[in-house]
Nanobody, 123 residues
Framework: QLQASGGGLVQTGDSLRLSCAAS????????IGWFRQAPGNEREFVAG????????RYRDSVKGRFTISRDNAMNTIDLHMNDLKPEDTAVYYC??????????????????WGQGTLVTVSS
């Protein structure tokens, strides 16, 4: 089971950290991805991390601004978002692709989803 948290209302240029807490099963061989969906838009890949190897992947528009990382002490996968822009406004979801070998950007390959957390960036 995954649970996302940390969303909120911020201004352009602000930072925010989203957390994805995993419980109930072992996700050690999974890829954890962060996705987002704005009203009227399709769900899109934001960032992903392969927990076994630690490698990461980002969509181009967030490279250099967002960082995905694992917090072993808290057992969470965090998305650190800096220099937020109005176009980052969306509901953000974390999801797991179990026993994945690559970090897929296709949301349909992820089988376990947390509830969304809303991020609103005002201009």
């Amino acid at each position: 089971q995954l649970q996302a948290s940390g969303g909120g209302l911020v201004q352009t240029g602000d930072s925010l950290r989203l957390s994805c807490a995993a419980s109930g099963r072992t996700f050690s061989r999974s890829v954890i991805g962060w996705f987002r969906q704005a009203p009227g838009n399709e769900r899109e890949f934001v960032a992903g991390i392969m927990l076994s190897a630690g490698n990461t992947r980002y969509r181009d528009s967030v490279k250099g601004r967002f960082t995905i990382s694992r917090d072993n002490a808290m057992n969470t996968i965090d998305l650190h978002m800096n220099d937020l822009k109005p176009e980052d406004t969306a509901v953000y979801y974390c999801a797991a692709d179990l026993a994945a070998r690559i970090i897929s950007t296709n949301w349909k390959t992820y089988t376990s989803w947390g509830q969304g957390t809303l991020v609103t960036v005002s201009s």
